[in-house]
Structures are given as C-alpha cells and as structure tokens.
C-alpha cells in the first residue's frame, strides 16, 4: 500500500476497496454523542488549501480532529505564497516542523506528486490538484453508492453510472472513472463535444469501460447512477460553450427526464451545485438525490485515509527501526 494517496489511478481494485470499506465503518463515529476518538493523539496534519474549497476543507479539517489528531489550516492568500515563495519551499518549510500528513489542494495538475517526491518524509494527501484527481472525493462518492445499495442488497459493481457536465476540466470526473473502472463498472460520460470528446472512449481503454454521449437521452437512459458536475467556469481559458443557457437547455438534468429514462437512478453531484444551470433543484432536494450523504460520507472516508496513512508511517519506521 502507498504511504500517499496522490490519485485513484494509482491504487489497486483492492486498495480502492480497503478504503471504501474502513470509510464505512468510519461513519459510525460521527453519529455518536462524543465524536472522538484517540486513535491519531500526537499526529499533526496541516491542511495546505490554495484553491477555494468548502466542504473538501471543512471535512478534512473535521476528520483530523475526530481522530484526536492536531490539525492546521493554511490557505494560499494567508501564507507566504503571496510574496512570491514557491510551493516546494513553503512545503519544505512545513516538512521542517514534522508534521505526518499534508493535504494539498493545489490549482497544478501533478503538484502534489511533485511534493510527495521531493518531500518524502511526509505523507501527501491530494485534496484536488487542477484538473487532474481528487481522490477521495470519488472514495466519498464509492462510500455513499455503497450504503445505498447495500440497503438494496447490491454492491459497489455491475453499476451503470452517467457523469454529465464539463468532463474535461473535471478531477472528480476523471477520479471516478478510474474508481469506477477499477469495479468494472460501466461509464457513460455525458456532455457536449468540447467537453466530451470522442476520444474520451479509447483515452481510457484498459482503465474503464467509458462509452461517450452527446445525448442526454441516451447516455442516461437505464443508468442506475447520475453524476452531475458543474460547468468548471474557473478552468475555461476560451470560450467552451457559447452560453450557459444553451448548455442548460440541453443538458439539464430534471426530475421529468429521469423520471422517463432513468427511474431508479440516484443523484450525485460533489458541490458546489449551481442550481438551475445543471441540475433543478427539485431533483437535488428530492428523495433520488444522496447529496448531503456524500458531504457526511466525505468525513468518514478522510478518517479512513488520515488514519490509514498514520498506520503506515509507523509500520515504515519500525521497519527501518529493526533494520
Ligand atoms: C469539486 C472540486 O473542487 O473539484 N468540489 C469539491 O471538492 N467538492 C467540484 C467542483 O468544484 O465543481
């Protein structure tokens, strides 16, 4: 096992698992009365967030704290980044007052890959690197669609999953293909030609099983779950679509359309939603919608990740201890 967890690309069907399955039982802890437990006392976890962020930040935070661990927060406008430090020196900074876990979230792609090798001594948590991963918001959307068809007596595979939006600049979009590629699930990605080329279905072959549509009807049609993604507004460097409207208009996803096409399917979306641009609100405060679990879910599955990669700090340096 990893003593990072950089990306879902790098993790086996097994590891994905683990993590799931300790994510779940994590819930629990968040519905007692006293939400601790002691299990990270004496680890420091800092929160490096220099893109905006709510809940990825609030949960991480959160989760530190419920494992008893002592966690800092920085963000990009408050930290010397501002007068000119580059990353790797303000994380070497960091690096120097030991603590055991970083949790960067980084506008880079690849940023903290670049931070996990050259900073070794600490284990990198990626919280969301540009347009590339962010790993355990698709661990928190694995967590949710496994208590929801648990209930149902299914698994976590032989789902059919829709993720509609801006898949191109979308890091949970590409996390949850290969999360969902690693179950063996099948992914219809949904979307317009210049967010969802075509190529999309051979750029993963032997990753996932990804069929494209540019077809709402089509691409949802019988799919047990609905992915919604915002447009990634901050990550369009042209102009993409020629309006927001126009993209509402045929790519809006409503409670009368799967109603029609795809009646069982619940709704995820990882927030923040632009209500009336790609989802009705109906939809996503109606009873197909798990996006408050997701949010709950995304604590536990951080306990999980925060609690794992202590767990393996300490086997590594006992293994150098005995040596
Ligand atoms: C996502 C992100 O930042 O990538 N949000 C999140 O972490 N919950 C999705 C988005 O910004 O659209």
């Known amino acids: 096992m990893p003593n990072h967890l950089l990306g879902i690309a790098e993790l086996t069907k097994e590891e994905l698992m683990a993590f799931v399955e300790n994510g779940y039982h994590f819930i629990e802890v968040s519905e007692r009365s006293i ?10 976890i800092i929160n490096f967030f220099a893109e905006a962020s709510t809940r990825t930040r609030a949960s991480f935070e959160i989760a530190g704290k419920r494992l008893s661990a002592d966690t800092i927060n920085l963000g990009g406008s408050g930290t010397s980044q501002s007068k000119g430090e580059t990353l790797y020196d303000t994380l070497q900074t960091l690096q120097a007052m030991n603590p055991d876990i970083v949790v960067l979230r980084h506008s880079g792609s690849g940023a903290p890959h670049f931070l996990a090798r050259s900073l070794p001594r600490t284990s990198i948590v990626n919280a969301g690197d540009g347009a590339h991963e962010h790993p ?8 949710t669609l496994y208590d929801h068809f648990k209930r149902e007596g ?41 967010f969802v080329p075509k190529e999309f279905e051979t750029a993963y072959k032997g990753k996932a099983n990804v069929k494209v549509f540019h ?11 609905v992915l919604v993604l915002r447009m990634q507004l901050e990550r369009h460097d042209e102009s993409f679509i020629s309006s927001l409207e126009e993209y509402t208009r045929w790519y809006f996803v ?6 029609r096409i795809a009646p069982g399917a619940v709704v995820l979306h990882p927030g923040p939603i632009n ?12 009873p197909q919608s798990l996006v408050t679990k997701q949010v709950t879910h995304g604590v536990a599955v951080r306990m999980a990740v925060l609690h794992y990669l202590c767990k393996t700090q300490a086997k590594l340096s006992n293994e150098v201890g005995e040596k």
């Open 154 to 194: 299914r698994s976590l595979e032989g789902l059919k999953i829709a993720i509609v939006g801006d898949i191109l600049h979308s890091r949970v979009a590409r996390s949850n293909i290969y999360a969902h590629g690693l179950l063996g699930n099948t992914v219809h990605l949904v979307g317009p030609p210049p």
């Open 35 to 44: 939400k601790k437990v002691p299990t990270l006392r004496g680890k420091t």
């Open 136 to 143: 355990t918001q698709a661990l928190l959307d694995c967590v």
């Open 215 to 225: 077809s709402i009807e089509e691409g949802l049609r019988g799919v047990d779950v």
């Open 254 to 259: 409503s409670r009368k359309l799967l109603s």
């Open 275 to 286: 209500r009336g641009v790609e989802v009705e609100t109906a939809l996503i405060d109606g």
